[in-house]
């Protein structure tokens, strides 16, 4: 081999660290000398959003501070045993949303209720004694009043100091466990004060952080959250100008937050992303790089303060199981390489505050494996064997991660090596056709079986055999506000729905694509055998015939057609 002049070895090993380091990788956040705020952030992982509890607003849009309740949108009464059942799940810092709008007086005093802060206090104190970090903030005040800033400018300064100096007083000798959160997802709007949102959110940052540290007690080193507009860590534009307001702190016990929901196609599901796809990672990837480089790297931590998918909205069930999986095992892991804490936002969808279990123990064992490291995933967790056809072997690619395959099972009976499935080493594992054969010999229809891949390292996969023929639509006629097709599933499962009008061009809302949002559109009821067309779909639809394109997990793509006139439509499946 030609020797290398001694420069150029210099310049390649240059040019390998400055390409780690934009990359984003974790060797940087691993090496850094770490702030002592970066470690108690990173103490804080995971974390958990005690969410639609304090921080309701009542029932119906009620301005009856009576409705105000912590029950008024689902969820029961906060207990202790609640709070340390989380705990003991793994859980090491709690977020609780409040909302205090309600909650205070008339001005100038703004006062706050005595009863609702002693309450807000008695679930901190529960929280502290279980080990927990606490982070408590002023929640949906920032779209009830504190968005009309622009207006309104000196009325909402007047309250929202009024509030803080109150919370900031009572808790101010309280553990440092506890820390401050300004405002959630802050906007605004209004031009009379002459100032922009940036403006408007420095000012309130600016009145709570001097507020907080001329309290007393604790309060001059309490750790205090600050948020970028809306709480977005998409926006260099914001990240650069929180950045610049902490330098003109020179504070080093400031965190910041921001949220995350994923790539939104994919997080709603729309245009077509309803797998978890190259797109959706290189998001995560460029989000977190972002505020890596921006403040982590700099020595200031960033709390994920919530995470989720906004699919979650509708229900969990809005992104495929295994694509959501997949999703969550990576995004975890790749904020915590790089130092940022994530608090998982739970308005009572995930754990079952009544029950005492999770809704979905799959994704709690996915999340809790990936708090310590990486998971296998699969291309899909869906085997579709298609009825009175040869079933033949099913191959499907194994994402490792450096993991190493030791078992499948159904049930708990391994199964064996090369009779029931090969595994190539390579990726693959091919699940055998003999196998198939016997799972699905009934003549039922949906999923026959569980097949659970276990790894030397980390969460299980499950691979749900599911026997389909299919699917079968039938006439139907309704009113846009009540419209269901009738439909045999046969045991497919639907991923997307496409929409066009007879022209070629998109039909129904969000018509810069074919591909309509799931659930929010349009919904497959499995059980009443109903296929749904929500309102939603018929308020953006000009009156004529729309083509519909259902494509089906087991890749079955069928279409339909519908008729609108004004509220009356009807529709036939296309033969």
């Known amino acids: 081999m030609r020797k290398m002049h001694r420069k150029t070895i210099l310049l390649i090993i240059t040019a390998l660290i400055v390409s780690m380091f934009s990359a984003g990788t974790s060797v940087f956040a691993a090496e850094a000398p770490k702030t002592a705020m970066q470690k108690y952030v990173e103490a804080m992982q995971p974390g958990w959003n005690l969410g639609n509890t304090f921080d309701s607003v009542g029932m119906g849009g009620t301005d009856d501070p009576a409705s105000e309740d912590e029950t008024a949108w689902g969820n029961p009464n906060v207990t202790r045993e609640q709070i340390a059942w989380i705990a003991e799940r793994g859980f090491n810092s709690i977020r609780i949303p409040v909302t205090w709008d309600l909650k205070t007086g008339e001005a100038p005093d703004y006062t706050v209720d005595p009863a609702f802060l002693e ?55 309280h553990d440092l466990k506890l820390m401050f ?12 004060s ?39 860590g998409d ?3 914001y990240l650069d100008a929180l950045d610049r307001f902490i330098a003109g702190l020179n504070d080093s016990n ?28 290189n998001h995560i990837i460029e989000t977190f790089d972002r505020q890596y480089d921006t403040f982590v790297s700099k020595g200031i931590p960033v709390i994920i303060g919530e995470f989720g998918l906004l699919g979650f909205d509708q229900h969990t069930g809005t992104i495929e199981q295994g694509e959501k999986l997949k999703f969550f095992e990576f995004m975890l892991n790749y904020a915590q390489d790089l130092g940022i804490t994530h608090m998982l936002w739970d308005n009572g969808q995930h754990f079952n505050r009544r029950t005492f279990e999770w809704n979905d123990p799959q994704l709690y064992e996915m999340m809790k494996h990936s708090w310590v490291g990486r998971s296998a995933t699969a291309a899909t967790d869906l085997i579709f064997v298609k009825r009175d056809e040869p079933v033949e072997d099913v191959k499907v690619e194994l994402n490792l991660n450096d993991r190493r395959l030791t078992m499948l099972t159904i049930g708990n009976k391994p199964l064996k090596h090369r009779q029931d499935f090969f595994y190539d080493r390579d990726g693959f594992i091919t699940i055998k056709a003999g196998l198939l054969e016997e799972l699905t010999a009934s003549d039922a229809l949906g999923q026959q079986a569980e097949l659970t891949a276990y790894f030397n390292v980390g969460a299980p996969w499950t ?31 639907l991923a997307t729905m496409e929409a066009f009008y007879e022209d070629g061009s ?22 009443a055998n109903e296929l749904i067309l929500k309102e939603n779909f018929f308020n953006e639809t000009e009156d004529g015939v729309v083509n519909l394109k259902f494509h089906f997990w087991s890749g079955n793509i069928l279409e339909y057609t519908i008729t609108k006139d004004g509220t009356e439509v009807t529709g036939h499946p296309v033969e």
């Open 463 to 493: 691979f749900r055999v599911i026997s389909y023929d299919t699917p079968v639509f039938g006439d139907s006629a309704g009113q846009t506000d009540a419209f269901a097709i009738p439909v045999e599933f046969n045991g497919d499962m």
């Open 119 to 173: 309450r807000i206090e008695e679930v901190v104190d529960w929280s502290l004694d279980q080990g927990l970090y606490v982070m408590i903030n002023m929640h949906h005040d920032s779209w009830r009043w504190v968005n009309s800033m622009g207006d309104n400018h000196d009325e909402v300064l007047a309250r929202f100091e009024a509030i803080w100096t109150q919370v900031a007083d009572h808790f101010k000798d």
């Open 235 to 237: 926006s260099q534009e």
């Open 181 to 192: 959160e300004s405002i959630n997802e802050p906007s605004f709007w209004g031009e009379a």
């Open 254 to 281: 400031i965190i910041v937050t921001t949220h995350f929901y994923g790539f939104w196609p994919f997080s709603v599901n729309i245009a077509g992303h309803y797998r978890y796809d190259e797109a959706t990672q």
């Open 194 to 232: 002459g100032k922009s949102e940036q403006e408007l959110l420095d000012t309130l940052n600016l009145s709570f952080y001097h507020i907080v540290r001329n309290s007393g007690g604790k309060n001059d080193v309490r750790p205090l959250v600050l948020p970028t507009i809306y709480t977005s």
């Open 506 to 527: 998109f039909a129904g809302p969000q018509n810069w694509t074919s591909f309509k949002e799931f659930s929010y559109t349009f919904e497959p009821d499995y059980e």
